[in-house]
T-cell receptor, first 118, second 115 residues
Framework: AQTVTQSQPEMSVQEAETVTLSCTYD???????LFWYKQPPSRQMILVIR??????QNATENRFSVNFQKAAKSFSLKISDSQLGDTAMYFC???????????????FGSGTRLLVRP | NAGVMQNPRHLVRRRGQEARLRCSPM?????VYWYRQLPEEGLKFMVY????????ESGMPKERFSAEFPKEGPSILRIQQVVRGDSAAYFC?????????????FGPGTRLLVL
């Protein structure tokens, strides 16, 4: 069974600085997708960024970028120029790609609570 | 284009009562997923449905819980005879058919409190 591990329960960063959140996963599949979701105090789940496993190029979305290391099964999120509005829980998630046994469910890590300090 | 809608946003039930949670997917989305988030934990998959069809219910407790996504109307997650351990946030997500786009978009959640 696939698992997702986020080993940092809490992180703190100064406004305008850069922070990296770690995520590792375990799978025997070759085709899959990885996601980072943000959950602010409102508890709404907001998609931050996604990565297809077959793509070697790391995904970027404005101030958010990932470091995808397929061999190491690592998928870290880098937030540049941190803003107060980035304060939230961040969840890493895994989804199997198309296949006979795929149900496209998301498997989430336990989350990292990020605090951006003014 | 409205996002995923869930109602009610907050629901209070006494032990033994029934809870009905509703989810209307985004326009054009035919696939619905339900997740549960216990306090201070990540989201856990419960069930995946297409219209009139349950695809994967491997994460849903065998007793008291059921889900449906009828041809017309919202998807419903039903919890019978609720217990205090059912208190959680229940999130619905929707997506287009897999193969077209795999990203799931989440609703605001329903916070269930069982007294």
């Amino acid at each position: 069974a696939q698992t997702v591990t986020q080993s940092q329960p809490e992180m703190s960063v100064q406004e305008a600085e850069t922070v990296t959140l770690s995520c590792t996963y375990d799978t025997s599949e070759n085709n899959y997708y990885l996601f980072w979701y943000k959950q602010p105090p409102s508890r709404q789940m907001i998609l931050v960024i996604r990565q297809e496993a077959y793509k070697q190029q790391n995904a970027t979305e404005n101030r958010f970028s990932v470091n995808f290391q397929k061999a190491a099964k690592s998928f870290s999120l880098k937030i540049s120029d941190s803003q107060l509005g980035d304060t939230a829980m961040y969840f890493c998630a895994f989804m199997n790609g198309p296949g006979m046994s795929s149900s496209y469910k998301l498997i989430f890590g336990s989350g990292t609570r990020l605090l951006v300090r003014p | 284009n409205a996002g995923v809608m869930q109602n009610p946003r907050h629901l209070v039930r006494r032990r033994g009562q029934e809870a009905r949670l509703r989810c209307s997917p985004m326009k054009g989305h035919s696939h619905v997923y339900w997740y549960r988030q216990l306090p201070e934990e990540g989201l856990k998959f419960m069930v995946y449905l297409q219209k009139e069809n349950i695809i994967d219910e491997s994460g849903m407790p065998k007793e008291r819980f059921s889900a449906e996504f009828p041809k017309e109307g919202p998807s419903i997650l039903r919890i019978q005879q609720v217990v205090r351990g059912d208190s959680a946030a229940y999130f619905c997500a929707s997506s287009p058919p897999p193969g077209l786009a795999e990203t799931q978009y989440f609703g605001p959640g329903t916070r269930l409190l069982v007294l």
